[in-house]
C-alpha cells in the first residue's frame, strides 16, 4: 500500500522568504505521480505543482519547485519569495495504478507580514 | 476556464436521513473521483469511475453508492446519514487516468 508522510505539521515564514516543506512517500511501483495541492482557508483543493517519477528533472512552476529524490522517496516542495496568498494547508499526493490519490496530513502553512 | 461543479455548497440534514450531491466535472473530462475530508483531516478517497463505469473503489461505507451517468455528471447518495457523516466532500475530475485531477469547491454536509 502506498503510504505518504509529511513531517512538519505547521511552518510559519516572513513574507518574501523562502519556505521548503518536507514530503516522503511509500510505493513499490517504479511508474507513479507525485503533487502538492493547496488548500486554503477558503478549503478549495488547489493543483500546485506535479512531477512524474520517470522524470528525473524537478518539475518548477514560477515561484514553486520540488526536490524529487526518487531513491530517498523524498519530495519536498519550495515556495520563493513567499507571499501572504501563500498562507494554505499543503497536501503532499501521490497516485499510483489505480489513479486514487493519496494525501499525506497535511502541513499548515503561514506567512507573516 | 471551466471547473468542476459540485452543488449543493452546502448541506444540513438530519440523523438517519438521506442526501444527494452532485458533480459536473470539467468537459471532455472522462474520470471523476469522490473524497471525503473530516475536519481536520486529508481527503480520503471514496470511489472513481472511468467512462461511467466504477474505476476503483476505497472506504466508502455501504450506506453510501454512487454513479456516473451518460453525461458524464456523477452523483454520491448517502443513506442512513450518521454524525461521523459530517464533512468537506470533493469531487474531482481528469482527463485520461494519468493527468492531474481537477478538484471542486466541495460540499460541506453538516448532520445534526
Known amino acids: 500500500a502506498q503510504t505518504v508522510t509529511q513531517s512538519q505539521p505547521e511552518m510559519s515564514v516572513q513574507e518574501a522568504e523562502t519556505v521548503t516543506l518536507s514530503c516522503t512517500y511509500d510505493?513499490?511501483?517504479?511508474?507513479?505521480?507525485l503533487f502538492w495541492y493547496k488548500q486554503p482557508p477558503s478549503r478549495q483543493m488547489i493543483l500546485v505543482i506535479r512531477q512524474e517519477a520517470y522524470k528525473q528533472q524537478n518539475a518548477t512552476e514560477n515561484r514553486f519547485s520540488v526536490n524529487f529524490q526518487k531513491a530517498a522517496k523524498s519530495f519536498s516542495l519550495k515556495i520563493s519569495d513567499s507571499q501572504l496568498g501563500d498562507t494554505a494547508m499543503y497536501f503532499c499526493?501521490?497516485?499510483?495504478?489505480?489513479?486514487?490519490?493519496?494525501f499525506g496530513q497535511g502541513t499548515r502553512l503561514t506567512i507573516n507580514p | 476556464a471551466a471547473g468542476v461543479i459540485q452543488s449543493p455548497r452546502h448541506l444540513i440534514k438530519e440523523k438517519r436521513e438521506t442526501a444527494t450531491l452532485k458533480c459536473y466535472p470539467i468537459p471532455r473530462h472522462d474520470t471523476v473521483y469522490w473524497y471525503q475530508q473530516g475536519p481536520g483531516q486529508d481527503p480520503q478517497f471514496l470511489i472513481s469511475f472511468y467512462e461511467k463505469m466504477q474505476s476503483d473503489k476505497g472506504s466508502i461505507p455501504d450506506r453510501f453508492s454512487a454513479q456516473q451517468f451518460s453525461d458524464y455528471h456523477s452523483e454520491l447518495n448517502m443513506s442512513s446519514l450518521e454524525l461521523g457523516d459530517s464533512a468537506l466532500y470533493f469531487c474531482?475530475?481528469?482527463?485520461?487516468?494519468?493527468?492531474?485531477?481537477?478538484f471542486g469547491d466541495g460540499t460541506r454536509l453538516s448532520i445534526l
Open positions: 510505493t513499490s511501483e517504479n511508474n507513479y505521480y
Open positions: 499526493a501521490l497516485i499510483q495504478g489505480a489513479q486514487k490519490l493519496v
Open positions: 474531482a475530475s481528469s482527463f485520461g487516468r494519468d493527468q492531474p485531477q481537477h
